[in-house]
Nanobody, 126 residues
Framework: QVDLVESGGGSVQSGGLLRLSCTAP???????????MAWFCQSAGKEREGVAA??????TYVNSVKGRFTIAKDNSKNTLYLQMNNLKPEDTATYYC??????????????????WGQGTQVTVSV
C-alpha cells in the first residue's frame, strides 16, 4: 500500500496560477517505482476526470488544459508536480494524485491506477 499526499491547492482569481505537489512520505522508496503517475480532478456532481499523466517521462494532457498545465516528476525530490497557469473558473475542483507501477495504454483512465491521494481543493473565482 502506498499513501499519496497532495498539497498546494488554494483559492485564486481567474488567470492566476498554482502548483500542486504529490509525495509518498510513508513509502520507503518514495516515488521511485511508481513509473506511471497522474493528476485527476473531480467537481461536484461530476465523474473524476484525468487531467495530466506522466508515463516514465512522457506527458499526456486532457485537451482543456493543454498549454496551461504542466506535469513533472522530480525523482530527486520524490515529488510529482502539476503547474497550473492561467487558471479558469471551470478548473475549480478537487485534484487527486494517482500512481501505479504498471504500464497501461490509457493513462487518463482513473480505473488503471492503484494508489490515490486524498485530494487538494482548487478554487478559481472570476
Amino acid at each position: 500500500q502506498v499513501d499519496l499526499v497532495e498539497s498546494g491547492g488554494g483559492s485564486v482569481q481567474s488567470g492566476g496560477l498554482l502548483r500542486l505537489s504529490c509525495t509518498a512520505p510513508g513509502n520507503t522508496d518514495g516515488l521511485a517505482y511508481l513509473y506511471y503517475m497522474a493528476w485527476f480532478c473531480q467537481s461536484a456532481g461530476k465523474e473524476r476526470e484525468g487531467v495530466a499523466a506522466d508515463e516514465n517521462g512522457n506527458a499526456t494532457y486532457v485537451n482543456s488544459v493543454k498549454g496551461r498545465f504542466t506535469i513533472a516528476k522530480d525523482n530527486s525530490k520524490n515529488t510529482l508536480y502539476l503547474q497550473m497557469n492561467n487558471l479558469k473558473p471551470e478548473d475549480t475542483a478537487t485534484y487527486y494524485c494517482a500512481a501505479d507501477p504498471a504500464a497501461d495504454n490509457d493513462p487518463l483512465n482513473a480505473g488503471r491506477y492503484t494508489y490515490w491521494g486524498q485530494g487538494t481543493q482548487v478554487t478559481v473565482s472570476v
